[in-house]
């Protein structure tokens, strides 16, 4: 009960911080120098919705926007401060920011203890110390706080996206949190909010992690760590929030343990513990992202069976071994359900098996609307993969003398094709588009696969550029929701 | 020899096959259609140099050209022939090629032993036995010979590059053989030849790898293979070959084996022989390809140390965690080393302990060639890697007013720098340009990226998309290096 009430009072400061209603830039150059111009430069085009204030010592204007010479001369209630002063002014402008009854700030400012200097060292514990009067700090040495729904942003952040989705990102280190921040804008992963906290002086990965564990915006978390704080404590709130959320885990720093043997040692203990906590464990920054849109577009279930199709590459040959890679078989189809299938595929040279190898990358909407419906219907599968080689279609294209090969390219028809097999199966459709040609006289095939990409996630259809990637992801939800049931089993 | 004479003979059969001054395309339809007309044009806009000759039955003509009723017609030495007629013409197709003389064909066609049917089983022995009678073969049911250096080409493969180079790829899987060729196009993997051999009723992997191994034009084996006719005589041929020149292996079709647990042993046992014979092992199309490239560009031998510089983003936060997966540590510099370095560096926010990483995405070719110039000075450096988040001035670009963002994009500067930081520390120097925004309104910077591959690749530094990516291959190159020193100095 008074766990509860803390964790309400806590939620309010919170959410003064990710929604704030007025945020102060303190630390903007009037001439547009520096961190503080920036993010009020983002934040502007963001379009925050707040009331947006600035600070200068000197005063001045920025942008036709008059400056403030200090936060206690401005009149409104302040929610959240954004601090990019020099390290050595950051003590006093944070305590002024306490004074005024601000709930939290972020510190964008290098210059603390990653310099691994007495001085800096210092600055950052005067900033815990006067966080702990009151003030909750993301930071320093940071990148900020993106939350798409209020519309604050890391810097640099001016063009992420302002739709709201269902992932958490926390990262220890902010160029990550830009880098994920930018995937996630195309690759369809959509953020409740993403927090780069830099030397974590104050908040940092084990109380964030309890907030998102609790955080009704947030579906999936996902986080990149070095260090941590205190590894025990962490683990026991990574296990409470891995048995309600998939917590997606990038650990760094493993190499920095000294030597290559202490380092491997290292890895294995984390590794173990990690799994043991129910963490989904990944290896880099992009199979985090696509790990992330897995677990935002999938039902969390067992995925077992998988179906895959395509045709004129190499990607069907191979697909056995990569679903074996990552805990998935594809089931050879019974032979009348083959018969079935290959009625639509030219003969000779398709296969029907699993996988469905149509002879050449021509086979159309109608050719997989039949596959996947009759392969839907096979008990063993429980997700069906279409892999396509759209950039076959510009050979049509320029043997037909058409400006753009999106004319004759017919992804609308295979999105639809797809949606309409995953109502009726009630069985997860993916696309893999993988894009083999990337030369300079080619930048009219990406286009269209982005394009594509984006009429699939309307649908809601995940979209990888390789197979490998989309089984890998596959997997991991897969092996979450294993572990989940093996867990609510044995209680 | 004995020995050699029979080697001398068959690299007189390959050479015609593989350099034919003139060629007899059979099974040209004069409307167009199918595999025949496919090549023939192909061939034609390649710019195939050889005699190209067409043959339908029916007689006719095709896009000017004249077609034979049949390979007799023709006056002239037919040193190879593609068969693309229906699979049950494929056996008397074949001898009339065998009477002619012709040295070797490769046969298109489908509907062989693939088929599972006992038809097809029985047209695969015909052209077996045919072929042993004198007629090298290359499938069926196959893609074919691509050759840069005389202009053969796979179907499809009209726009397959001219350019010859050091790479050799062998491969049961037509639809990786064009992948690949596609790949390698723009990521600068240059090719000998391709062979695509499909069933492999007569050339198949042991055969062709060994004939790679002798193959002056070819520096560098890759493969995909599934099955293998005979192991041990495999496993014998690679183990010599891999004496004297990388051979990259894919293993496909383990996940066939049946069960999951037989697939598994299979999987164990093959990787075991193939580790044993001294091949490069690697998971997939992608790391075939970039494991190519770098056996392409960087001498062989032992990489241990590298150093990595960037900015801006997190690549450099997880280097040491990715080097140690793939063999590689990340040496910290001393402190006078450090302090040299950051010198250049902006400050606060950058660290120069290796890896180097500067505040922010802009800092220019000037400081990055200081970095490499004392980086390389390091004695425990074997390879610099240079990491560029390019995409970030596109935000310079745009609040400049520019049009295109090449304009302000220093990749020229910066590959000069890394050339001269090469030939000063006789050390390779490698480039990674990961693209984190492929949104549909971010075309401009794909393009820049691409611009600048090719701007590297001219220096022949090789590109990666991607820090792991890039480290993995040079794993490869070094282990392989490994292999070799232990084995001389066993003998």
New interface residues.
Partial sequence: MENRLVHHDKDRTFDRIFHPRSVAVIGVSAQGNGFGSGILDALSAIGFGGHLHGVNPKGGEYRGRTLHRSISDIQDTIDFAIIAVP?HQVPDTLADCLKRGVAGAEILS??FS??DTSEGTALERQVKEIAGRGIRVVGP?CFGIYCPRSGLTLL?G?DLSRISGPVAFL?Q???????FA??G???GVRFSKVISFGNGADLRETELLEYLGRDPETRVVAM?M?GVEDGSEFLQVLKDVASRKPVIV?K?????AGS?MV??HT?VIWESALRQAGAVQV????ELAQTSLAFSLLPVREYRGISVAGG???????A??????HGL??PAFEKSLSEKILEVLPK??S?AKNPVDA?NPFVGPDAFRHVFSHAGTDPRIDVQVLIQ?L??YK?IAMSLGLDSLRQITPYVQLAQAMHDAREAAGKPVIMVM?D?????E??DI??MI??AR?VFLEKNIPVFS?L?DALCAIGHVSTYASRLRSRGLSQ
Same sequence: chains 1, 2.
């Fill in positions: 390290a290098a210059g990653e310099t040495n640099p001016p990262s280190s902010g160029g990550m949190s830009v880098d930018h995937i804008n195309w690759m990149y070095e990038l760094g720093g493993l190499s920095e290559r380092a491997s890895r290896g880099d920054l992009w004129g590459g190499a990607l069907g040959v191979s056995g071994d990569l679903a074996e890679r078989v594809l000779p040279g296969s002879a080689l950039h076959h050979a993988p083999f040609k990337q030369g300079k080619s930048l990406e286009e982005r394009d984006q390789d490998g």
